[in-house]
């Protein structure tokens, strides 16, 4: 059975840096679209970025483009999230998922609805 765990979540001042990584465990991902997600308290789970399964098409948010870049290295079978230049209103915790389709597409999948299979979240906080 996979596993997804994510590391490199802390506390960061406003304008500052942290990467993000996604590791499988038990297994690989590398025909899959992969995806970041987060969740502030109170407020619903969105997509942040996702990537294809080859890693050629990209999708992000309009609140963080220019900002984040999504990257995988399927030989490692770990899935980056680069975050600069952070805002306080990128406080979040952080989850990495795998979509539920083998080899699906980025268009028309970055919904969240279209995982199946979920880290268990780090925390990211912005200092103002």
């Known amino acids: 059975q996979v596993q997804l765990v994510e590391s490199g979540g802390g506390l960061v001042q406003a304008g500052g840096s942290l990467r993000l990584s996604c590791a499988a465990a038990?297994?690989?991902?590398?025909?899959?679209?992969m995806g970041w997600f987060r969740q502030a308290p109170g407020k619903e789970r969105d997509t942040v970025s996702a990537i294809s399964w080859s890693g050629g098409v990209t999708y992000y948010a309009d609140s963080v483009k220019g900002r984040f870049t999504i990257s995988r290295d399927n030989a490692k079978n770990t899935l980056y999230l680069q975050m600069s230049s952070l805002k306080p209103e990128d406080t979040a915790v952080y989850y990495c998922a795998r979509q539920r389709s083998w080899r699906g597409t980025v268009v028309g999948g970055t919904a969240a609805r279209e995982y199946d299979l979920w880290g268990q979240g780090t925390q990211v906080t912005v200092s103002s």
């Open positions: 038990g297994g690989t991902f590398d025909n899959y679209v």
